[in-house]
T-cell receptor
């Protein structure tokens, strides 16, 4: 059974600090990695995707990928109360470009 | 406006009833997906379709059926065989092998 693991949280971070969200995956064939944000009662929205080892930055968000350790993370700099949400990690199945394996998500709370 | 629409927002099902959830996209995406989300769990794939008139089962297809008669539309029927249908149902679409984008979801409740 291919799996994606995330700490369910809640992760509480003061406003203005860096929030660090982590995700591990078991399928060594996975090549595409995604972070989605989901507000309560709403559908997931894409924040970032990453395909190559290393860091990828987009505004206040940085995704980090380490395929050798099967580990992907999301850093949120200058955290804002509006960043409070559940963050879902998804990776593609190694034998399929179309199917994603989803983590259960980490609930992030930014305290003013 | 380009996007993915799902209707209804809320749906109530009686015992033994089949219900159909609508999903439409005008993004010209080839692939469409149906997921189920339960509290505290990751999204689970029900069905997906890469091309018109073709679809494949996901991890939890039992008790569900789909059709893909048009590129823009991928309706999901929750049959009476699905004994625990209460969940948040999410439709997504993508170009083949690319990022998936989601509709607003349908919340299904059992009366």
């Amino acid at each position: 059974q291919k799996e994606v693991e995330q700490n369910s949280g809640p992760l509480s971070v003061p406003e203005g600090a860096i929030a660090s969200l982590n995700c591990t995956y078991s399928d060594r064939g996975s090549q595409s990695f995604f972070w989605y944000r989901q507000y309560s009662g709403k559908s997931p929205e894409l924040i970032m995707f990453i395909y190559s080892n290393g860091d990828k930055e987009d505004g206040r968000f940085t995704a980090q990928l380490n395929k050798a350790s099967q580990y992907v993370s999301l850093l949120i700099r200058d955290s804002q109360p509006s960043d409070s949400a559940t963050y879902l990690c998804a990776v593609n199945r190694g034998d399929s470009n179309y199917q994603l394996i989803w983590g259960a998500g980490t609930k992030l709370i930014i305290k003013p | 406006d380009g996007g993915i629409t799902q209707s209804p927002k809320y749906l109530f099902r009686k015992e033994g009833q089949n219900v159909t959830l609508s999903c439409e996209q005008n993004l010209n995406h080839d692939a469409m997906y149906w997921y189920r989300q339960d509290p505290g769990q990751g999204l689970r794939l029900i069905y997906y379709s890469q091309i018109v008139n073709d679809f494949q089962k996901g991890d939890i297809a039992e008790g569900y059926s789909v059709s893909r008669e048009k590129k823009e539309s991928f309706p999901l029927t929750v049959t009476s065989a699905q004994k625990n249908p209460t969940a948040f149902y999410l439709c997504a679409s993508s170009m083949l092998g690319e990022t998936q984008y989601f509709g607003p979801g349908t919340r299904l409740l059992v009366l």
